[in-house]
């Protein structure tokens, strides 16, 4: 078996270990090759020693190992540590850097192809490479083949451990084939794990092969298994992974992926910000990787394409992909003074911005009547109206909506200056977060639906993929939109099953065909935040709205109901009504968070804000599974599952 360590480091020993990369090491009865990792010399302290230096003091030791002398220098090592600290974040930054480029993925690609080519390989001699492209920490690249065709799975464990086996079919373009070239994801860092190797054939013949490896550390610190705080008997739960999707920081950020066990399968870092959502076309998987940045990366870990929003744009919570391929992209303009309010088109051939939506335009005799704010300040009441107050908006007829000519086209300028991280997420003091999209859906004809969660109203585009968008209908709070030019646009509540408070700052919006549906409905489910909260409307108020509505970040000393809620609206178009469905009163979350149905009928919700949990839901509600993750910062953006078929898995 031949082997070839790398990962985010370039390959020279003792590179960087305060960066959490060693190399891992691989042996089989095949063939063995192991690669020897320096160890640092630990010296054995007293533990009153050990608990003067966690608190700052430093120890005097002599050969003996004697504590003889005391000298407090707290400021001194204190500042030597984090400037440690700080050196070691930014070498992995750098490095992160090099590994999001075409240069270092080409350059990859063809050390993989040149070993490849330097042998045979079989399944008594798999080509074993950890990594080789960056992109998955714990990853294994596999390449052989065989005389017969067969399909191939594998089974991950590790002996030494309490760690549940994970088992998957490797994705081939045919069921059964002689080459074999894949990503085994799943191993457990910082020990020996078994990978055991089940070729199939057509016939039914079955050959076993297992090799063992030691898998080096993880680059983050994030858990290896998160707390499971609830578990349902005899449940179980769909095939697939958790996508972790910002778990934000201050230092180098990262996807992750977890088993149904609360395993960590995958460690995938970025450049910064967070990933979204995955979106997948054509054996490719597309994610953000910062704040400009959106990438590509195929099934081995290889990024095949690099898109930029450029320095102008920020990149903001969601994208989606057209039939043409082509990247729809929330985003805010760097030069304008509202913020979060523009849906951007990405060809997906050139990688160029080919249209520009302004919602600022295009609700312009909305937006010139609300207040310079944004989250985390608010402006000041002026009347007690419930309703838009009254601003000329003479000037909204010279507005652009739509722009199919974009003078930026360069990337962003520093790919080092991570400060625009908070102008993506909530804006600056100086822009107006008078909308707030959050979410973005395309329906087949070339509509869309978007979420706003400064209005707290759901909105369908029609024409959007035409150039020609026109707002077809909204889904809001009556009173919120009285006096408005908006109004005539919301659906009708059915309230033929009872009443219930409209959303509050939702999130994750959803659309759902169903076939057994009539013409012209469908279902539109999403995380309902149930928080009221408009700071460019300074004098509207929620609480009076709904009573059940929260109006403060925390649930402890709400007003509300102190929940958030999974919501399913029916949506008739032809009889311009909506509908609750279902609800299911879920950990309350102000901002931020998501919700999937799942294949089985379950539902997936994630309480972002602060908690880091996410829950699996029967159709009735009945939590089945809870998971507790480490909260890096303050939030856990979106948790997806994804079964990964045709991509990862079979």
């Known amino acids: 078996m031949d082997t070839n360590d790398n990962d985010a480091r370039d390959n020279t020993p003792n590179n960087n270990p305060a960066s959490g990369s060693d190399s891992g090491t691989v042996d089989s009865t095949a063939k063995t090759a192991t690669t020897a990792i320096a160890k640092p010399v630990k010296r054995k302290l007293s533990r009153k020693a050990t608990a003067w230096i966690a608190a700052g003091v430093a120890v005097a030791v002599i050969a003996a190992g004697t504590v003889t002398a005391l000298v407090v220098k707290n400021s001194v090592d204190s500042s030597a540590a984090s400037a440690a600290a700080t050196a070691a974040s930014t070498a992995l930054t750098q490095k992160i850097e090099k590994i999001y480029t075409k240069t270092y993925q080409s350059d990859a690609a063809t050390k993989l192809a040149a070993k490849k080519a330097a042998d045979t390989y079989t399944e008594n001699n798999m080509l074993v490479v950890r990594n080789p492209y960056g992109t998955n920490t714990t990853s294994l690249y596999v390449y052989f083949t065989t005389t017969d065709a067969t399909s191939v799975s594998y089974t991950v464990s590790a002996p030494s451990t309490d760690y549940a086996d994970f088992s998957a079919t490797a994705y081939q373009k045919s069921t059964y084939q002689k080459t074999h070239e894949f990503t085994v994801l799943g191993l457990i860092p910082n020990t020996t794990n078994t990978i055991t190797f089940t070729m199939k054939s057509q016939s039914g013949t079955v050959v076993t092969k297992s090799m063992t490896y030691k898998m080096g550390k993880l680059l983050g610190t994030e858990e290896v298994q998160v707390t499971k705080a609830k578990t349902t008997t005899g449940t179980k739960m769909t095939d697939g992974l958790y996508a972790i999707l910002g778990n934000d920081s201050n230092g180098q950020d990262y996807m992750f992926y977890y088993d149904n066990e609360g395993v960590l399968r995958g460690e995938v870092p970025i450049l910064y910000y967070r990933a979204h959502r995955l979106l997948f076309k054509n054996g490719l998987m597309y994610f953000s990787a910062s704040t400009h940045d959106i990438v590509a990366m195929d099934r081995l870990g290889k990024i095949e394409k690099f898109y930029t929003t450029t320095s102008r744009y920020l990149l903001h919570h969601d994208y989606v992909m057209d039939a043409d391929g082509n990247l729809v992209v929330l985003a805010s303009d760097t030069k304008s003074d509202t913020t979060q309010d523009r849906i951007i088109v990405i060809n997906g051939k050139s990688g160029k911005i080919t249209r520009v939506v302004d919602m600022s335009a295009l609700m312009c005799t909305y937006e010139e009547t609300t207040s310079l704010a944004s989250m985390g300040t608010k402006a000041s009441a002026t009347s007690s109206s419930s309703s838009s107050s009254s601003t000329d908006t003479s000037d909204c007829s010279s507005k652009t909506v739509v722009s199919d000519s974009v003078s930026s086209t360069t990337a962003a300028t520093n790919p080092d200056d991570h400060s625009d991280e908070e102008a993506a997420d909530t804006g600056t003091s100086t822009t107006k977060d008078w909308l707030h999209l959050n979410t973005i859906q395309l329906l087949p004809g070339g509509a869309a639906i978007l979420s706003s969660r400064e209005t707290s109203t759901i909105i369908k585009l ?115 009504t909506y509908k609750l469905v279902k609800s299911i009163d879920v950990p309350y979350s102000a901002i931020v968070s998501s919700a999937q149905d799942l294949s089985d009928g379950t539902i997936l919700t994630d309480t972002g804000w602060m908690s880091g949990t996410w829950g699996v839901y029967s159709s009735d509600g009945t939590l089945l599974q809870k998971y507790q993750m480490k909260v890096l910062k303050n939030i856990i953006y979106r948790v997806y599952k994804y079964d990964f078929t045709g991509f990862y898995f079979s």
């Open 462 to 576: 029609a024409n959007i993929e035409k150039g020609t968008p026109a707002i077809d209908y909204m889904i809001g709070t009556a009173s919120f939109w009285k006096g408005t030019d908006f109004a005539k646009y919301l659906l009708k509540k059915d309230t033929s099953d009872g009443d219930w408070a409209d959303t509050g700052g939702q999130h994750s919006v959803t659309y759902e065909a169903d076939d057994s549906l009539p013409d012209g409905e469908y279902y539109l489910y999403m995380f309902d935040n149930n928080y009221g909260s408009s700071n460019t409307r300074p004098d509207y108020s929620w609480s009076s709205a709904w009573s059940t509505m929260n109006t403060t970040m925390s649930a402890s000393d709400n007003t509300g109901d102190g929940y958030s809620h999974y919501y399913k609206y029916l949506v008739d178009e032809k009889a311009g």
